[in-house]
């Protein structure tokens, strides 16, 4: 395998979890067989198995001894709380990001609430912030905090209405296993009034959360505030 290049579980996955996304397999659709993904992907059957494990833990398909797999309805609400990210809950038809500051290198002492190591201060982050509509409603803000290591031409990326857990994923194979949040109920300030069009006095949800990635001692950070208003929030974690 070349360097840079996803296995082909990953491979696998990723195609079917993006025809799942696009409606070619629709809800209560059958995925071809264990059989017919090993022809089609000249692939063996463990290699085909883990790619249908993740979409199943990932909550796209259910798997029924005897039938195969069941493409999934999505869940209703906004999946803030999922490992799979708010694009993949929502949808990205539906979701629009706009970057309020672009990554940029920085250096940290804390986390939000979240306390750093020694090593995590030393290598500094990678600081963005986003605003992110729902069907043109401005739901989400939110600052991202991720470890300056090994992320070749990061600030160079377009994270205009692109997932940053699809990014990290799919260009530097760090996938979200992950992790611990905190959420309170706070009073939205004046820029917070600003972003998501709320008279004074208005409440809003702060979301600060510690994510965790297959790679060892790889974490990111994110502090979120969440309009709820309108919406419910949902999802495992």
Known sequence: MKEGELPLHKKVYELLRKHIKEGIYAE????????????????????I?????????EGFIQKQQGKGSIVKAAPKGIGIL??????????SENLETIIIVKPEIRPWTKAFSFELTDFEKELGCIYLERLRLVNKKP???????IPNI????????????????????EHYQIDVTGGEQKIQAIIANETLQSF?????????LQLDRKIAT????FFFYSQVYCNASEFALYGTF
């Open 28 to 47: 209560g659709d059958l995925l071809p067989s264990e059989n017919e993904l090993c022809g089609l992907h000249n692939a063996t059957r463990p290699t």
């Open 49 to 57: 198995r883990k790619a249908l494990d993740r979409l199943a833990n």
């Open 82 to 91: 999922s490992i799979t990210g708010t694009t993949s809950a929502i949808g």
């Open 139 to 145: 739901v989400f803000f939110d600052t991202t905090m």
């Open 150 to 169: 090994n992320l070749p031409r990061f600030t160079s990326r377009n994270f205009e209405n692109n997932s940053l857990f699809s990014i990290l994923r």
């Open 196 to 204: 998501f069009e709320l008279n004074p006095g208005a409440p809003i």
């Open 214 to 217: 297959n790679k060892n001692d």
